[in-house]
């Protein structure tokens, strides 16, 4: 699903660009390594981040302790918005990435005193609900089997694929996908299996940023995403 930039052609109160806008992203972009935590579910919000490129995680820890794997964010996706006196969830990043940052309480000010900044952050609030709403869809497939082929067919949409064979790349674990899709660890391992033993994936080997997956029929794997079978 295409995002939709935050950060870009947002204007002050006098009518001028903000200081994050894309003409200006090459001087502001913060690069970051693999593995860096960029906030702590919990902690007071101090920056607005907009996903230039790179591959994010967002997780939560419930009251009972339980981990829970919210997302997998990219290039065009704005962390660490809120309106809650704290973050509701932990980002950190899966690979190197590039991200734009603003000050939180600099962001609430100017976008709150520009009627055009408002619409672009209600359209950025509706595709943002799309997104949860196709989580919340992947979660309600009764069978794994459907969840894991909606998830690939998902990540090869994102990453441009639209003609067999699709190569994607999976910056995620095997645990991370399986806790996103509230599935166990082993479960994902075993259809990934029958998949490739059908001829539906391959695997590729370890790539840049993650593992290679080459989506042989992307067909056939949409119809099991509906339900079908392997």
Do not use: C
């Not at 913060?30 to 907009?50: C, D, M, N, W």
């Not at 067919?153 to 399986?178: S, Y």
């Not at 166990?184 to 490739?196: F, N």
Request: charged share 25%.
């Amino acid at each position: 699903m295409e995002q939709i930039p935050l950060f870009e052609n947002l204007q002050d109160s006098r009518g001028k660009l903000l200081p994050w806008s894309r003409d200006q992203k090459d001087r502001r972009q913060r690069s970051v390594t693999a593995g860096e935590v960029l906030f702590h579910q919990g902690s007071k919000p101090e920056h607005i981040y907009e996903v230039v490129t790179g591959t994010l995680k967002l997780s939560r820890v419930t009251e009972n302790g339980r981990h829970i794997v919210l997302g997998f964010p990219s290039s065009g996706a704005i962390i660490g918005l809120t309106g809650s006196k704290e973050y509701q969830y932990t980002a950190e990043t899966l690979t190197p990435a590039k991200l734009l940052s603003t000050r939180h309480l600099l962001f609430q000010k100017d976008i709150l005193q520009n009627l055009g900044n408002g619409k672009k952050l209600l359209q950025w609030i509706d595709r943002q609900e799309d997104v949860a709403l196709d989580h919340i869809s992947v979660l309600a497939m009764h069978h794994p089997v459907s969840r894991i082929a909606a998830f690939l067919v998902n990540i090869a949409r994102q990453q441009g694929g639209n003609q067999d064979p699709i190569e994607i790349q999976l910056a995620m674990t095997q645990r991370d996908i399986a806790a996103y899709l509230a599935i166990a660890p082993e479960t994902y391992s075993r259809i990934m299996k029958k998949l490739r033993e059908g001829g539906i994936v391959r695997a590729k080997g370890q790539g840049r940023n993650g593992n290679l997956v080459e989506i042989a029929d992307m067909a056939r794997l949409a119809l099991i995403a509906e339900g079908g079978t392997i």
